[in-house]
């Protein structure tokens, strides 16, 4: 019976080769057992300052490295960009207590393929591990969630109008136009009452007070011309 299995069998992936990088002795051990736990990880090296985390990444040439950020002796990004340029198929798992969209910045553009967080499960830092080593990136989700509300934040700083639906921006159109509440849910088809919690609630969004600054805003953005 154990002839036809093993024919048919297909062989073992060979283990993700990893190499943990952290300044604080009890994080490493403690993702040694952790990662040595799971049959498909093999820990190849370990450091606990930057100059060895490079050196080791260079010779042992790890298929993944888990980078502590910003712990003492070990400078995440500093590490992160060297280890991209002298191990270059090395990819790096970023290990984190920041979750601030500065430091995700920072971390990616040194060349981490993922950031997870020193909070998260430690399920979550497997699957990204795993998922890395694969060639594809990670991010824990609430720094991920962080990452697209700063965008979304500097977005709307750069074009205010793209916090607007479509139905807010005809309102804006239609008030700049001087048409009453009556008159705009005419011609949208709404109530005069709908118009005006869909006004109230444009200026909230643009943090701006009055019809007056909203009509200058709706000229000065092209929502509506001086021309009568």
Do not use: W
């Not at 190499?19 to 090296?45: F, N, P």
């Not at 020193?118 to 979550?124: D, G, I, L, T």
């Not at 700063?150 to 479509?166: C, N």
Request: hydrophobic fraction near 45%; aromatic fraction near 4%.
């Amino acid at each position: 019976m154990e002839g036809p299995r093993s024919r048919n069998s297909t062989p073992a992936s060979a283990p993700i080769r990893t190499l943990i990088a952290d300044s604080h002795g009890v994080v490493v051990d403690a993702m040694k057992v952790l990662l040595r736990s799971l049959g498909d990880v093999a820990v190849v090296g370990c450091a606990i300052d930057d100059v060895t985390a490079v050196d080791l990444a260079v010779k042992l040439r790890p298929d993944v490295a888990l980078i502590a950020l910003n712990v003492p002796g070990i400078d995440g990004i500093a590490v992160t960009r060297q280890i991209r340029k002298l191990s270059p198929t090395t990819r790096v798992l970023i290990l984190s207590h920041h979750a601030g969209a500065d430091y995700v910045y920072q971390a990616l553009r040194a060349g981490a393929d993922g950031y997870v967080l020193k909070s998260a499960r430690a399920a979550e830092v497997v699957e990204a591990l795993r998922r890395i080593s694969r060639g594809r990136r990670y991010m824990s989700e609430s720094v991920s969630n962080l990452v697209i509300f700063d965008i979304a934040a500097q977005r709307a700083a750069l074009d205010p109008l793209s916090q607007l639906t479509d139905r807010e921006r005809d309102v804006l159109r239609l008030t700049a136009e001087g048409k009453s509440s009556v008159a705009a849910a005419r011609l949208l088809n709404l109530s005069p009452k709908t118009v005006e919690s869909y006004r109230s609630r444009i200026m909230r969004k643009l943090e701006i007070r009055g019809i007056a600054a909203l009509v200058k805003f709706a000229i000065r953005h092209g929502i509506a011309s001086l021309d009568p």
